[in-house]
């Protein structure tokens, strides 16, 4: 079997609804701490590879929302986690043969939500990366620690040039459900987020669509031999 890291419940749901049970799936919403625990108790239950799975966001204009992205290595400041070769051909192949389209560009892990266009700018230019999350470069580590092949299948939501209202942050919950009295009061404060605000709602079902595709055309094993 093996272990899931998702970003949200939303994700996590995802994979239970399209049968991916035998497998062992956490939630971490990016925090460091919280995501290297559950990671190390799907090591301790038995997990024989760990997987990231979910959404991820954009920083160069050919990454479009609904792209998904099966990347070859995670990049932070300071490491460089390579994903398991023979895993990651697998789920390309399985992907591909079900008219997936799949892209293969390096991510970066980072230990922040990259909310601003100048932010996603400035990750782009510094690391050379088209795609961000803040789980991945997590699990790749305990991977990594572990000796156990790690992988990683996303689903881009934001775009390079998308500005997030800086107020989702406060109104997410560690489940990564968003809470409305916060939501609405981050509205009050900054009417203009509306635009931004129903952008960001339009790509994420159309991330969330595609990421249920992805699922569905998943073997039981994720791909893991």
Same mark, same amino acid.
């Given at each position: 079997?093996?272990?899931?890291?998702?970003?949200?419940?939303?994700?996590?749901?995802?994979?239970?609804?399209?049968?991916?049970?035998?497998?062992?799936?956490?939630?971490?919403?990016?925090? !460091? !701490?919280?995501?290297?625990?559950?990671?190390?108790?799907?090591?301790?239950?038995?997990? *024989?590879?760990?997987?990231?799975?979910?959404?991820?966001?954009?920083?160069?204009?050919?990454?479009?929302?609904?792209?998904?992205?099966?990347?070859?290595?995670?990049?932070? *400041?300071?490491?460089?986690?390579?994903?398991?070769?023979?895993?990651?051909?697998?789920?390309?192949?399985?992907?591909?043969?079900?008219?997936?389209?799949?892209?293969?560009?390096?991510?970066?892990?980072?230990?922040?939500?990259?909310?601003?266009?100048?932010? !996603?700018?400035?990750?782009?230019?510094?690391?050379?990366?088209?795609? =961000?999350?803040?789980?991945?470069?997590? =699990?790749?580590?305990?991977?990594?620690?572990?000796?156990?092949?790690?992988?990683?299948?996303?689903?881009?939501?934001?775009?390079?040039?998308?500005?997030?209202?800086?107020?989702?942050?406060?109104?997410?919950?560690?489940?990564?459900?968003?809470?409305?009295?916060?939501?609405?009061?981050?509205?009050?404060?900054?009417?203009?987020?509306?635009?931004?605000?129903? *952008?960001?709602?339009?790509?994420?079902?159309?991330?969330?669509?595609?990421?249920?595709? =992805?699922?569905?055309?998943?073997?039981?094993?994720?791909?893991?031999?």
């Amino acid at each position: 079997m093996i272990g899931i890291i998702t970003g949200l419940l939303s994700e996590a749901k995802i994979l239970y609804k399209s049968g991916k049970e035998p497998t062992f799936i956490k939630t971490a919403v990016g925090n !460091k !701490k919280i995501t290297e625990k559950l990671a190390w108790d799907l090591v301790e239950q038995g997990a *024989k590879g760990l997987l990231s799975f979910g959404l991820a966001g954009g920083l160069t204009p050919e990454i479009k929302s609904g792209d998904i992205i099966i990347p070859d290595q995670v990049l932070t *400041k300071n490491d460089m986690f390579t994903t398991d070769y023979i895993w990651h051909q697998n789920i390309v192949r399985y992907l591909s043969v079900n008219n997936l389209s799949i892209k293969q560009n390096k991510l970066l892990g980072s230990d922040i939500p990259l909310i601003s266009v100048e932010q !996603k700018k400035s990750m782009h230019d510094i690391f050379n990366v088209s795609c =961000v999350d803040m789980e991945s470069h997590h =699990v790749a580590r305990v991977a990594q620690q572990a000796k156990l092949p790690f992988l990683v299948i996303r689903v881009i939501i934001d775009t390079y040039n998308d500005q997030m209202p800086s107020f989702i942050i406060k109104a997410m919950q560690q489940d990564g459900t968003i809470t409305i009295i916060p939501l609405f009061k981050g509205i009050m404060v900054e009417p203009t987020s509306i635009y931004n605000m129903a *952008k960001l709602g339009i790509n994420f079902f159309k991330a969330i669509k595609q990421l249920r595709r =992805v699922a569905r055309c998943l073997p039981i094993t994720c791909g893991l031999q």
